[in-house]
């Protein structure tokens, strides 16, 4: 079984930056790929950014040149280094894991951008 925690949301002010980490625990050495998605209000749940063995990584549009998604596989955490953030960005982040067939979800983290 695997478990993912998400931390690092809050409040930031437009052009801001966040951090945001998944940690997982337990059979973690099964996991072959990390997604971040968003949920913001409203609205339909959003791709944000995947890493995969390999060190593959895909972005969505809106992330591609303000974000990176990384892995340390020492910790077991997937990171989505956010910059210049907008009053858009505003959501509910979440990350999902996958290896052998399932799927795995976090609770989320809430990020909040003022303008």
């Known amino acids: 079984q695997v478990q993912l925690e998400e931390s690092g949301g809050g409040l930031v002010q437009a052009g801001g930056s966040l951090r945001l980490s998944c940690v997982a625990s337990?059979?973690?050495?099964?996991?072959?790929?990390y997604t971040w998605y968003r949920r913001r209000s409203e609205k339909e749940r959003e791709f944000v950014a995947t890493w995969r063995t390999g060190n593959m990584r895909w972005y969505s549009e809106f992330a591609k040149g303000r974000w990176t998604i990384s892995r340390d596989s020492v910790n077991s955490t997937v990171d989505l280094h956010m910059n210049d953030l907008a009053p858009e960005d505003t959501g509910v982040y979440l990350c999902?894991?996958?290896?052998?067939?399932?799927?795995?979800w976090g609770q989320g983290t809430q990020v909040t951008v003022s303008a």
């Open positions: 337990g059979d973690t050495k099964r996991l072959t790929q």
């Open positions: 999902n894991a996958i290896g052998l067939g399932e799927e795995y």
